[in-house]
């Protein structure tokens, strides 16, 4: 088929529509997958010859694999949800059809994933779960000092107190959970490097996090030119974390460390390098089959688990802003260690 012939039939197509070879790279596309990619405006020569791999979240890249190796074995289709990352655009989930053509071809349906709504939906139920708690910690403290009636002893004061900080933390860090999920599905997060003070930044963390008590904190990184925002909202997503799964009054130990980027002199190479931040508890772990799904959007380590499935998910949309990784691992001592490198110069 002509060019020119197949360009009319993809575009009669209300779907996206993208033809590719057997290895995934794009031949033709229709106007309706150009806007998908982002590129609405530009048309299909924009992203003639690129992967379609290149426009899917790096987590993503395995499922795409094994879509296009069923094709090449002999399967008919392949049907698989993925992170769609436009060139322009924030992320959004889309829904991949593909069936063989002709010579080795590869067709592509491609359309935005149904039961987004639904998804958004879950996330709002499941942070309006997180905040009745501290709500109702509050609420029972106001009530209290409000009945003039009751004589309140210092240790009931004490005692309430006591809740009330974890209350108040729980709360917002589940509203800054929300608030990071819009700007990031927005585009509205971007970074700003900066030398940044790492002992104190973690401090500060551990503090905010309510684990001062607990935390062992081992800091070998003076400063690290990263985006000092983002690498607060990490660390206390990943505190919390730690903190939610841990046994009551364990330990929660954070490394920060300096990783490659140095010869044996001390001095600076340049082959690059960075930090690794390492959070570790002593809860009960996390399978081998969800170590990469706990970074899903919405996704709980266990059904009606604590928390939206939002924090793990934010720590490593921040780390690959940063052009870095995360990921879950065991903790040799029992318990879950959470981790996370970002390329950076450091002292």
């Not at 409000?146 to 729980?170: C, D, F, I, K």
């Not at 030398?195 to 684990?211: D, H, K, N, S």
């Not at 044996?264 to 690059?272: T, V």
């Amino acid at each position: 088929m002509a060019s020119d012939e197949l360009r009319t039939l993809l575009g009669l197509v209300p779907d996206g529509c993208l033809l590719t070879d057997a290895a995934g790279v794009i031949l033709e596309a229709n106007q309706v997958a150009c806007g998908l990619l982002g590129v609405p405006g530009a048309g299909p020569a924009a992203v003639a010859g690129k992967p379609i791999a290149g426009f899917l979240a790096p987590v993503e890249a395995d499922t795409f694999t094994r879509a296009l190796a069923a094709l090449a074995a002999g399967g008919e289709t392949g049907d698989f949800q993925a992170e769609l990352r436009p060139f322009r655009g924030p992320p959004r989930q889309a829904r991949f059809r593909a069936a063989r053509v002709g010579d080795g071809g590869v067709l592509w349906l491609i359309r935005p994933a149904e039961g987004i709504e639904g998804l958004r939906e879950a996330l709002l139920l499941s942070v309006a779960h997180d905040l009745r708690a501290p709500l109702s910690v509050i609420n029972g403290f106001v009530q209290l000092l409000e009945n003039r009636a009751v004589t309140v002893s210092a240790e009931t004061v004490a005692e309430m107190v006591r809740e009330l900080g974890p209350a108040v933390r729980g709360m917002t860090s589940a509203i800054d959970n929300l608030l990071d999920v819009g700007r990031t599905g927005c585009g509205a997060v971007a970074l700003s490097r900066t030398p940044t003070p790492v002992g104190p930044l973690v401090e500060r963390c551990v503090a905010g996090a309510g684990l001062a008590e607990r935390a062992v904190v081992d800091v070998v990184v003076s400063a690290a030119d990263v985006d000092p925002g983002l690498a607060e909202r990490i660390l206390v997503n990943l505190l919390v974390n730690a903190d939610r799964y841990s046994p009551p009054g364990s330990k929660v130990a954070v490394h920060v460390r300096g990783v490659g980027g140095r010869n044996e002199d001390g001095q600076r190479n340049e082959d690059g390098g960075g930090i690794q931040i390492e959070v570790d508890d002593e809860g009960p772990g996390i399978p081998d089959v969800m170590k990469e799904k706990v970074f899903d959007l919405y996704r709980q380590l266990s059904p009606g688990g604590p928390g939206a499935g939002v924090g793990l998910y934010l720590v490593r949309r921040f780390a690959e802003f940063h052009g870095g990784r995360a990921w879950a691992d065991d903790n040799p001592g029992g318990g879950a260690s959470m981790r996370v490198y970002l390329p950076c110069s450091y002292s």
